[in-house]
């Protein structure tokens, strides 16, 4: 049997990111785009980590294979919290999670791991949910693909990001993890920067606005928050096969679907529900698959 220490830690990363889009939302708002947000955020989580450990921008330094770990945690973070903001949220979360699709193909790419009938059960079970809560009841599957938007796009993109960035996780185990850390960190601050500047200099997005208090202390307490579900991943990603990790973060759906209902009000169908019913029976596989024999 897996460690369930491992499966908690990322079940905690997932609630984190199940429920980021009610502050993304707010700044939103309060008028800070979630691109400047992210930058923001995670300039203050950075100024934090060297603050606290110094040494890991040396340590960092030593491997610069953490530039490829960078620019997915950077380019996932950037994509999920545009989408998070401006979309559906239970929509985006779904379409973010076809990324157990990329995660088995990545893993077996790079990390030599091949997909057992295990794992090919969990993402049939996986992708027959995203399929359900996609697919109008009256559509065929080239539905799945007509009508996208903005936010669906990013959400997929973000999923193939976030997949890229858990197999690198298990790959660079052997980094002291501050390095990882603030590789990651480094990562979605630039990032950030970078693709808000140019979206604001295309006219995609506004510039940044003045101080205003109401979102300055939302940024900070999710720049928090933040810090610590990115631990969580960490130490669950480093512990665990890609695969189980990447259905084990599926929970992230039901903590986004149930906080969407409670909090903006969102209506879920039936189709939804089964839908979400089969995605974690597709966690709930993972979190009890047994070890390869030796």
């Known amino acids: ?54 040494a890991s921008i040396r340590q960092a330094w030593q491997y610069p294979v953490l530039l490829l770990l960078a620019a997915s945690s950077g380019l996932n973070n950037v994509a999920f919290n545009w989408a998070v903001t401006v979309g559906d949220v239970v929509r985006v979360i779904l379409l973010f999670y076809l990324m157990p699709a990329w995660a088995v193909l990545l893993a077996w790419k790079l990390l030599g791991e091949k997909p057992t009938p295990m794992a090919l059960l969990r993402l049939l079970l996986a992708f027959g949910g995203v399929v359900l809560v996609l697919l109008p009841a009256d559509a065929s599957l080239s539905g799945l693909f007509t009508g996208l938007t903005l936010a669906d796009a990013l959400a997929v993109f973000g999923g193939f990001m976030f997949a890229l960035t858990n197999v690198l996780l298990r790959r660079f185990q052997g980094i002291p993890a501050q390095a990882r850390m603030l590789a990651m960190f480094a990562g979605c601050m630039s990032m950030g920067l970078l693709t808000a500047l140019s979206a604001s200099s295309a006219g995609m997005v506004p ?88």
């Open 207 to 294: 510039g940044f606005p003045a101080f205003d208090g109401s979102w300055a202390f939302l940024a900070l307490g999710l720049a928090v928050v933040l810090m610590f579900g990115n631990w969580a991943l960490q130490f669950g990603a480093a512990r665990l096969p890609s695969g189980v990790t990447s259905v084990v973060m599926l929970s992230e759906v039901v903590f986004a679907s149930i906080s969407s209902v409670l909090i903006a009000h969102e209506q879920l169908s039936a189709r939804t529900l089964a839908g979400g019913a089969l995605i974690m029976g597709a966690a709930l596989l993972a979190t009890l698959g047994r070890a390869p024999r030796k």
């Open 1 to 54: 049997m897996h460690s369930p220490l491992p499966v908690f830690a990322l079940l905690l990363n997932a609630l984190i990111w199940g429920l980021s889009w009610w502050p993304f939302r707010l700044m939103h708002e309060a008028g800070l785009h979630p691109l400047w947000a992210t930058a923001s955020m995670y300039a203050l989580v950075l100024a934090g980590l060297l603050a606290l450990r110094p």
